[in-house]
């Protein structure tokens, strides 16, 4: 007991609060902020006030408490206290808590197939030798720990070999294949991207040059040129023929979307004689390959399916970033300058540039901090409303009253829910045809000024099909190289059913199964979208 100006106060030790909350290895100063969530709520429960005081950092005069849903390790949902100092974070605090799965994730999940033993030398092998492990090379046998804060290591314990991680992209010592007997096929799937090209000639000069491998072939027109009904071309690929076509956009090899017979496929490879498979594309060509490879391995097969993960939305989850990504949101950040020039020439005058991104928001947030001309951006992650005193019609309103000019950039699933009318139709590779929300909005603005005999001048940017199509940039075109390079060695050693990506800046092995659980968005209460806010100036919340 310890008085105070009068009044009695009761101390409580750490162990007290270990005791009270039934977690007696867990120091408080190491506990999750879930954890600490549960502590609180616990002993508040049973001591009042006094003990909480004790458990969680002093509060400041200026801020106050509100209840917030989170999710405990054990799946089980608690309100906590969270300190609110402004209207914005007030907002986001309403809003329902969405924990990210990386929490759920276990150490086996992060596990890479294999054919088997690697018993033959690596014509790198000598060049291996002659390097040190240092903070940028990473051994072997060696992992790239997944988890990049405290509190999330946390939650998966103590011990390093409880501590999820990923298998180090690279050259190994020993190879599963012999160079001189393997050959290899390379496909290319989806919607075009930036960077097609570079990952394609990259490939082709490894395998040739570095392993000595002189049998690879491209198949054209995506999983279609496997299939002998469609009767597509299987070209050769050599050094001269993939000599200069990092300079072109697109594919050289074509592609398609929707999947083929998985088991037409490995018929295919094993008439060929195919030992590697590298194929190129987002999360439903990755579907595919899984397909693929569970296919193999009924037949005891050993041909290795290692893919190289491509979307220009940046969508792929457990990467840093896909390739075309930088490429596309650079093309993009021209349209809004255009959008900006018009808008600011005009009385009332407004930019709208759509860009692509059908379930995440990157090329938006990206283009609109690399121009920083935006003056509301409007992505897929956050619903926004038209009518109303904190819609978006009424706040463009009130940004041309004083200023004269906005430039809005959405992306092309933004306000989907705006367009229930559009019908749910499919695309081949499954996906829902997206309502135009460009053109909607569009429509949308100007009866809106219309309604209120107010000029308008309206300017309307489409730049989706040229960013997709133009030749990768520098930042790209070093990237690709990079994944090429990592994807050969994976492939070369045994490594199956995974794609090679980046992760905290380190060149990973991720199994496939991983990549296509969820996608990438753009968070919400992340620091990208906080710097969106920033730049913009639009509300947290439009509705």
């Given at each position: 007991?310890?008085?105070?100006?009068?009044?009695?106060q009761?101390?409580?030790?750490?162990?007290?609060?270990q005791?009270?909350?039934?977690?007696?290895n867990?120091?408080?100063?190491?506990?999750?902020?879930?954890e600490?969530?549960?502590?609180?709520?616990?002993?508040?429960?049973?001591?009042?006030?006094?003990?909480?005081?004790?458990c969680?950092?002093?509060?400041?005069?200026?801020?106050?408490?509100?209840?917030?849903?989170?999710?405990?390790?054990?799946?089980?949902?608690?309100?906590?206290?969270?300190?609110?100092?402004?209207?914005?974070?007030?907002?986001?605090s309403?809003?329902?808590?969405q924990?990210?799965?990386?929490?759920?994730?276990?150490?086996?999940?992060?596990?890479?197939?294999?054919?088997?033993?690697?018993?033959?030398?690596s014509?790198?092998?000598?060049?291996?030798?002659?390097?040190?492990?240092?903070?940028?090379?990473?051994?072997?046998?060696?992992?790239c720990?997944?988890?990049?804060?405290?509190?999330?290591?946390?939650?998966?314990?103590?011990?390093?070999?409880?501590?999820?991680?990923?298998?180090?992209?690279?050259?190994?010592?020993?190879?599963?294949?012999?160079?001189?007997?393997?050959?290899?096929?390379?496909?290319?799937?989806?919607?075009?991207?930036?960077?097609?090209?570079?990952?394609?000639?990259?490939?082709v000069l490894?395998?040739?040059?570095?392993y000595?491998?002189?049998?690879?072939?491209?198949?054209?027109?995506?999983?279609?040129?496997?299939?002998?009904?469609?009767?597509?071309?299987?070209?050769?690929?050599?050094?001269?023929?993939?000599?200069r076509?990092?300079?072109?956009?697109?594919?050289?090899?074509?592609?398609?979307?929707?999947?083929?017979?998985?088991?037409?496929?490995?018929?295919?490879?094993?008439?060929?004689?195919?030992?590697?498979?590298?194929?190129?594309?987002?999360?439903?060509?990755?579907?595919?390959?899984?397909?693929?490879?569970?296919?193999?391995?009924?037949?005891?097969?050993?041909?290795?399916?290692?893919?190289?993960?491509?979307t220009?939305?940046?969508?792929?989850?457990?990467?840093?970033?896909?390739?075309?990504?930088?490429?596309?949101?650079?093309?993009?950040?021209?349209?809004?300058?255009?959008?900006?020039?018009?808008?600011?020439?005009?009385?009332?005058?407004?930019?709208?540039?759509?860009?692509?991104?059908?379930?995440?928001?990157?090329?938006?947030?990206?283009?609109?901090?690399?121009?920083?001309?935006?003056?509301?951006?409007?992505?897929?992650?956050?619903?926004?409303?038209?009518?109303?005193?904190?819609?978006?019609?009424?706040?463009?309103?009130?940004?041309?009253?004083?200023?004269?000019?906005?430039?809005?950039?959405a992306?092309?699933?933004?306000?989907?829910?705006?367009?229930?009318?559009?019908?749910?139709?499919?695309?081949?590779?499954?996906?829902?045809?997206?309502?135009?929300?460009?053109?909607?909005?569009?429509?949308?603005?100007?009866?809106?000024?219309?309604?209120?005999?107010?000029?308008?001048?309206?300017?309307?940017?489409?730049?989706?099909?040229q960013?997709?199509?133009?030749?990768?940039?520098?930042?790209?075109?070093?990237?690709?190289?990079?994944?090429?390079h990592?994807?050969?060695?994976?492939?070369?050693?045994?490594?199956?059913?995974?794609?090679?990506?980046?992760?905290h800046?380190?060149?990973?092995?991720?199994?496939?199964?991983?990549?296509?659980?969820?996608?990438?968005?753009?968070?919400?209460?992340?620091d990208?979208?906080?710097?969106v806010?920033?730049?913009t100036?639009?509300?947290?919340?439009?509705?």
């Amino acid at each position: 007991m310890e008085k105070s100006g009068g009044v009695t106060q009761q101390k409580h030790s750490v162990t007290d609060c270990q005791r009270l909350t039934q977690t007696p290895n867990l120091p408080i100063e190491q506990a999750t902020v879930t954890e600490s969530a549960a502590l609180f709520l616990r002993v508040r429960r049973k001591h009042g006030t006094s003990l909480a005081a004790c458990c969680l950092p002093r509060e400041e005069p200026a801020t106050r408490l509100s209840q917030v849903d989170v999710v405990m390790p054990s799946g089980d949902r608690h309100s906590r206290p969270t300190r609110q100092t402004s209207r914005s974070t007030q907002l986001l605090s309403q809003q329902r808590y969405q924990p990210r799965k990386e929490a759920m994730l276990k150490p086996s999940d992060f596990h890479v197939k294999n054919l088997g033993p690697c018993k033959v030398d690596s014509p790198m092998k000598e060049m291996l030798a002659a390097r040190k492990p240092t903070i940028n090379n990473v051994e072997e046998s060696d992992r790239c720990l997944f988890d990049g804060v405290a509190s999330f290591a946390r939650q998966h314990g103590e011990l390093i070999a409880d501590l999820p991680g990923f298998e180090p992209a690279g050259a190994r010592q020993k190879i599963f294949f012999d160079p001189t007997k393997t050959r290899a096929g390379i496909v290319t799937c989806g919607g075009l991207c930036p960077g097609f090209n570079n990952v394609i000639r990259g490939l082709v000069l490894e395998l040739t040059f570095l392993y000595g491998v002189r049998k690879i072939y491209g198949f054209c027109k995506g999983y279609q040129g496997f299939i002998p009904r469609y009767q597509r071309e299987v070209v050769d690929l050599t050094p001269d023929r993939v000599s200069r076509i990092n300079e072109q956009g697109g594919t050289i090899l074509g592609t398609s979307r929707g999947q083929q017979d998985p088991h037409e496929i490995v018929d295919c490879l094993e008439r060929m004689g195919i030992n590697i498979l590298f194929v190129i594309g987002g999360d439903g060509t990755l579907r595919g390959a899984l397909s693929i490879s569970t296919a193999i391995a009924e037949r005891n097969a050993k041909i290795a399916v290692v893919g190289i993960p491509k979307t220009i939305d940046n969508d792929i989850m457990y990467i840093d970033q896909s390739f075309g990504f930088q490429t596309a949101f650079s093309v993009a950040t021209e349209s809004i300058r255009a959008a900006h020039v018009e808008a600011s020439a005009s009385p009332n005058g407004v930019g709208l540039v759509k860009v692509m991104g059908r379930h995440s928001g990157f090329i938006a947030c990206y283009a609109a901090l690399a121009q920083n001309d935006a003056n509301f951006v409007l992505v897929p992650e956050v619903p926004f409303a038209l009518q109303g005193e904190r819609g978006l019609l009424h706040l463009l309103e009130k940004r041309l009253a004083s200023r004269g000019h906005a430039v809005i950039v959405a992306a092309e699933g933004a306000g989907q829910e705006l367009l229930k009318a559009c019908p749910t139709e499919k695309d081949a590779s499954g996906n829902s045809r997206l309502g135009d929300i460009g053109l909607f909005l569009k429509q949308e603005i100007t009866s809106y000024f219309a309604s209120r005999n107010t000029e308008l001048n309206l300017k309307y940017i489409d730049p989706s099909y040229q960013i997709r199509s133009v030749p990768a940039n520098p930042h790209d075109s070093v990237y690709c190289l990079r994944l090429a390079h990592n994807a050969v060695h994976a492939a070369m050693s045994g490594r199956t059913e995974m794609v090679v990506g980046r992760w905290h800046g380190r060149f990973v092995h991720v199994p496939i199964q991983l990549t296509i659980r969820e996608r990438n968005q753009v968070d919400p209460y992340g620091d990208l979208w906080m710097s969106v806010l920033e730049s913009t100036g639009q509300p947290v919340e439009m509705k």
